[in-house]
């Protein structure tokens, strides 16, 4: 009930029911690197405090619009602008000839990717590619409602057909982290950029991206999963235009509380790059990458029982200095003694995805480095006691 | 960027920029009644100031999850328990023996509904109809993705196809208020209950609603379109699983922070009802109402140049007394001397939705009444200078 004075007396303590990651874990607990929830940024934005807070009275954005003279008329004019902001000041991609639409989350975007860049009357539905190892949703996300306007094709690599189709890039690529081009090179091929983690934490910036449709989210940049804000630069009028019809036939535009949050919290990532002397959020998330990089590294050794792909020097035109990616996921390979990666640390209490998932084979896993520091720990810990475990490779 | 204390400061002002409902309109604006945009309880919430706020930290809502423990696993505890307290303060629904599953709007879960609903091995697309006049974005919402798992079927009154079938009941209906029933009998059919206008404002409580699927939205409970809240009462337990799955394939869970602050404002909305001498939300919304029924009615006359539908007097369960039913929109028809409605509204400056959009005919238009005072001050002088100047019925 109260006034403002106890929401703000209680908003600054993240309580586990307010942070479903806050729990404290038991040794034998099974940790879930299964799925990619960014919560390692945590202890930033507790440090942050007030800085970020948002209130919101009742009689705030009681509308479905939020600018009516905006093609996607559901966009809040903050964070709009935010996300200008921050391309710009990150350098990662062209903003200034594109147009913003905003989703729940960019998984909504895909969709509404799919749906907008499909030739509209096909008497058969588009194929849909992306090189393996690829985003384990993708292929159930074209699927699912078995429309006749798209469908799921597999791997990029091996697409032969001719005719109109759609390659999904993702850049640095979910599951390995790779950097990516596109690879079919067919005449009637349009692209999706998924650049989700295409920020300085996880990669060096080597260029600022200028591509048709380009995919970013919150999740991933400032580690607000909970707020489902994803946003597309959009470089067509009419691509734009009919994204924006799917989000308003999907679901009439995009939380207006969410917009406005994210709007503050890039407003605080932005200018916590351009003032001296403030807590750089992007040099802290390198920090923290490299050092859980550093760690997983030196624990698994390189390539004695496990390995992990390897990852060039790059110039980032952000930081000015030469870097490794570090990438949100560890794409980790088995040696020739087990057969199904997944299944072999579930017997460790480790979670982590089966390689076949992504269109590549059980000798590979995707394990999540967005975890909380209490997960990454206990992760180390248990890759630990298996490799004590295995002298001469006795595994079980 | 300021703490709080800013935040707070500026919080209880809505501008328009917050609010785009609230620039002010020149005499000769052209009125949009077209969309049923729900601003009209602005000033219900400008006067409960603070009771109404929530903050947001920057380190709340980080993670994908609300509640692993929860069917719907990203359903916030708060928003369930507000869902469940305030059908039980209205008597409206019955929650018990249902899941709670949360979209993005009701429009979302109406998706949801249709993928869960629908048989997974048919080998052609299930129909889906209503009967007419229809909610005009049914059709666009079931075909616009070519679905092999549905696809709409039109009347729900002219059906007459065996097999399989899903039939949405809206009650009150949308465009016309009357209270539905299902009308297709078929033995391989299943429903949806659309009750978003099922709220004392609109109509009488004549029962407690308790159907396999019914769905709900803030937008017209509360008036908070801008959060894009609705929510499903589902008895069946698979169902309310693959409606879940809906929502995780197409935008991986909800805004968090709508869905904190829509637990907050039905909360404030069942508090008004229980504590004697608070403004009752409700009773506030039936004043208003019956306050814009009563002028309308009067302005157009009864069936002089248009004609509105009549409802029964009906006892309501939520006050204790009889009551008609005041919708959220006006179906008005023309007499004969009009053959296209909305293009003749349209010269007068009002917008309004054509009737043949809903499956019904160009004499007929759905007006908005749930817009801003001064929108619908305007619609009235509008009205009343199209009869002055229809003495015999010289229309153009």
Chains 1, 2 share one sequence.
């Not at 189709?165 to 596109?182: F, K, M, Q």
């Not at 000015?320 to 072999?344: H, L, R, T, V």
Request: aromatic share 10%; charged share 20%; with cysteine.
């Amino acid at each position: 009930m109260g006034g403002i004075e106890e929401q703000v007396a209680g908003v600054n303590k993240c309580t586990p029911k307010e942070n479903g990651t806050m729990t404290s874990l038991s040794s034998d607990a099974v940790i879930n690197l299964d799925i990619g929830d960014p919560t390692l940024f945590q202890s930033y934005w507790s440090k942050i405090g007030d800085k970020c807070t948002i209130a919101f009275s009742g009689c705030q954005s009681l509308s479905y619009f939020a600018n009516t003279k905006n093609l996607c008329w559901f966009l809040e004019p903050e964070l709009e602008e935010q996300i200008k902001r921050i391309h710009s000041v990150v350098g990662n991609a062209a903003v200034e000839d594109h147009h913003i639409v905003v989703g729940t989350g960019s998984t909504h975007l895909i969709h509404a990717a799919l749906f907008a860049l499909c030739p509209p009357d096909c008497p058969e539905p588009t194929s849909v590619v992306c090189a393996a190892p690829y985003y384990s949703c993708y292929p159930e996300a074209t699927d699912f409602l078995r429309s006749g306007l798209y469908k799921w094709a597999g791997d990029a690599q091996t697409f032969d057909k001719d005719g109109p189709y759609l390659e999904i890039v993702t850049s640095p690529n979910n599951p390995d982290g790779s950097i990516r081009e596109a690879i079919v090179k067919g005449i009637q091929g349009k692209l999706i950029h998924d650049l989700a983690y295409y920020w300085p934490q996880y990669t060096p910036i080597t260029c600022c991206a200028h591509y048709d449709v380009m995919l970013f989210t919150a999740s991933k940049c400032t580690g607000h999963a909970g707020s489902r804000i994803g946003w597309a630069l959009v470089k067509d009028k009419d691509v734009a235009r009919k994204m924006t019809k799917f989000i308003e036939v999907t679901t009439i535009g995009v939380s207006k509380e969410a917009q406005l949050r994210t709007a503050k919290i890039l407003g605080v990532i932005s200018d916590s790059c351009l003032h001296p002397g403030s807590n750089n959020f992007f040099e802290y998330g390198r920090r923290l990458m490299a050092g859980r990089w550093e760690k997983l590294r030196e624990v698994m050794g390189r390539g004695e029982l496990f390995s992990l792909p390897e990852y060039p020097q790059e110039y980032c035109l952000f930081t000015g200095e030469y870097s490794e990616s570090q990438p949100g996921f560890a794409w980790m390979k088995c040696d020739e003694n087990i057969e199904d990666f997944e299944k072999f640390l579930r017997g460790h209490k480790i979670l982590a995805r089966n390689g076949s998932r992504f269109g590549s084979d059980p000798k590979h896993v995707r394990a999540s480095m967005l975890c909380t520091e209490e997960e990454f720990e206990l992760f180390i810990e248990r890759l630990l006691t298996i490799r004590g475990t295995s002298n001469g490779n006795h595994y079980f």
